[in-house]
């Protein structure tokens, strides 16, 4: 694909139109081809002979002249995006920064100290030390011209703070180690957490910030989403949650970073399955989303929507979970496009799960990018468990060709992965489900019923994860002639 088409997809449908009437504005000359590639680029995958169909013959050295001046465009536009959607906090502190320095340049100290000192009270208010280390390199810098200054308390918060700043680098580089062990090991993942805490000198009992913990708790949730260990994970989970908890002060101070802990710690109990508490946590969630004038409220929804389906789902309430997905403004949320991805997916899934094969299907038809986009907006598993769904659906709707060609291309592109990464049960799973396919019969037999039990569970219940779960369900109904939803219940509240 062009890289300036990878780029234009990443936009979204206002930031597109937003964008071609910069580049109108922009053009002195009626004939200007920029407008027209963007919209070419936009509606294709490929890069041939584009500028024949701009320039109406050969033309490479002005075409790539053209695709030169429409990147840099590119990138301006969106870097100023970027700066826009900064929280308003870092870029008020900023703003308040560069406007003292401005102030001490033309020797309007007076205002340049007074205002440098409110850049100072508002970095501290939200944490933000980077910024901070630079407010307190301005005010040493001209401190001599303000004799009410004690120079050595300056000093000191500025030695403190560059604790505070390598903490939060260390944190960086903790983020950085986990995920590297994780690619390498993806089992046993709390040790691997804790030593690394340890290894760059953190303690969540130590006195971090409320955005040092949200990291931790963020690194924490990603671990457990690539592992799908969350029952190792959720001690870890309460124990870091409790120190939020006690940071009550700061709370509405840092409202974007709370309203995501309560999702991680909601989206942790409902792995568990413990929906309850998950639900608690979803309430305390919506709460927080209504403050501030609903400030978060559209950036949260989605994920909020779609944990608060499926934890309705899985506590026998599908109907509702469903009404709720289908009455979902897809379109009004499309920027959040992994989440997108996930409610749809969740929507199949529980359409499935009712044996309502044909809505499940026209939803699954939506589909219609390739394995390797999704994997870059979802992620692997995304792909893999909407992999796995397909062929489930295909058997059902007992579609043949399709069946086949599904499994072989599932076994080509994820069967080297799934084995280099131990995840032999989604191979087993496959196998066991590609057996039925070709012999109902089978299905019945004491043999394959241990085979089902022993290769695809586990010696503990507690600790399956319940999207595992789900696909054993189908399995076992077969085997038992019992209705997947019912069967699905019974094992997840076991």
Not at 34 to 50: E, G, P, V, W
Not at 115 to 131: D, G, P, R, W
Not at 189 to 213: C, E, H, M, Y
């Amino acid at each position: 694909m062009h890289v300036i088409s990878s780029i234009i997809h990443t936009l979204s449908d206002e930031s597109k139109r937003n964008f071609i009437t910069i580049l109108r504005q922009k053009n002195k000359r009626n004939d200007t081809k920029n407008i027209q590639l963007f919209k070419l680029l936009d509606t294709t995958s490929t890069a041939k002979d584009l500028d024949i169909q701009i320039y109406g013959k050969r033309a490479k050295g002005a075409y790539h002249a053209l695709c030169k001046r429409l990147y840099d465009t590119l990138i301006d536009f969106i870097a100023a995006k970027s700066f826009e959607e900064e929280t308003s906090e870092e870029m008020e502190t900023l703003k308040l920064l560069r406007a003292s320095r401005s102030f001490f340049e033309q020797k309007q100290y007076k205002i340049a100290f007074k205002t440098v000192s409110k850049a100072e009270q508002k970095a501290k208010t939200y944490a933000l030390f980077s910024i901070l280390n630079e407010i307190y390199y301005t005010q040493i810098q001209y401190a001599h011209l303000n004799r009410g200054i004690a120079i050595e308390a300056l000093f000191a918060n500025f030695r403190n703070n560059k604790k505070s700043l390598q903490q939060e680098e260390n944190l960086n580089l903790f983020y950085a180690t986990v995920q590297h062990e994780l690619m390498k090991q993806r089992r046993d993942a709390v040790p691997i957490i804790k030593n690394t805490l340890s290894k760059f000198g953190l303690s969540i009992t130590q006195d971090l910030t409320f955005r040092s913990l949200f990291k931790i708790l963020e690194i924490t949730n990603q671990t457990a989403h690539i592992t799908r260990d969350y029952h190792a994970i959720l001690p870890f989970v309460e124990e870091v949650y409790t120190q939020i908890d006690a940071k009550e002060d700061v709370i509405d101070k840092h409202l974007f970073y709370h309203i995501q802990i309560l999702y991680y710690v909601s989206n942790s109990y409902f792995r568990n399955k413990d929906f309850d508490t998950s639900q608690q946590y979803l309430v305390l969630m919506h709460e927080q989303m209504k403050k501030h004038q609903d400030k978060y409220y559209k950036r949260f929804f989605p994920q909020y929507t779609l944990l608060l389906s499926l934890n309705l789902n899985y506590t026998g309430q599908a109907e509702d979970a469903i009404l709720m997905l289908d009455t979902f403004d897809y379109e009004k949320y499309k920027d959040q496009i992994a989440y997108i991805l996930d409610l749809k997916l969740s929507h199949i899934v529980y359409y499935f799960q009712q044996q309502q094969f044909k809505e499940a299907l026209g939803i699954l038809n939506d589909f219609y990018h390739s394995d390797h986009w999704y994997t870059e907006k979802a992620g692997l598993a995304w792909v893999i468990n909407k992999n796995l769904i397909e062929i489930l659906l295909r058997i059902e709707l007992d579609h043949i060709d399709v069946v086949e060609s599904r499994v072989n291309s599932f076994k080509k592109k994820h069967g080297a992965y799934l084995k280099s990464n131990r995840e032999t049960r989604a191979s087993k799973f496959l196998k066991l489900a590609t057996m039925y396919y070709h012999k109902p019969e089978i299905v019945t037999t004491a043999a394959f019923k241990d085979k089902i039990y022993n290769e695809l569970t586990t010696p503990t219940p507690e600790d399956e994860d319940i999207f595992d779960m789900s696909f054993y369900a189908w399995i076992k109904t077969k085997a038992e002639g019992t209705t997947l939803y019912e069967t699905t219940l019974q094992l997840v509240q076991q």
